[in-house]
């Protein structure tokens, strides 16, 4: 059987050493709103009664968040006009 949403959730969040308020401050940087009891709920036993499903859409959004945190954000992209060199010819 393979890992479940939640599964890689607690499995990033034990290797990076994150708490809840850095999980709403990674995924507030691709300005997707969670908040900690929604953070709390993924983390819980399967069994727990408040226990919430990871859903594809949330760790994607954290996955995206988590790569601006540790890269930082992309930088502007150039015009597509400008992307090729001019060289110069020495003439005599």
Not at 28 to 33: E, N, P, R, T
Request: include cysteine.
């Amino acid at each position: 059987m393979g890992l479940t949403n939640n599964d890689i959730m607690k499995k990033l969040r034990v290797a990076l050493k994150l708490r809840d308020d850095d999980i709403v401050k990674i995924c507030s940087l691709v300005d997707f709103a969670v908040t900690k009891s929604e953070i709390g709920a993924i983390y819980r036993n399967p069994d727990h009664p408040k226990y919430m499903e990871c859903g594809d859409q949330f760790l994607r959004n954290f996955l995206n968040g988590l790569v601006i945190h540790l890269r930082g954000p992309m930088p502007p992209k150039k015009a597509a006009g400008s992307t090729h060199k001019k060289t110069e010819t020495k003439g005599s």
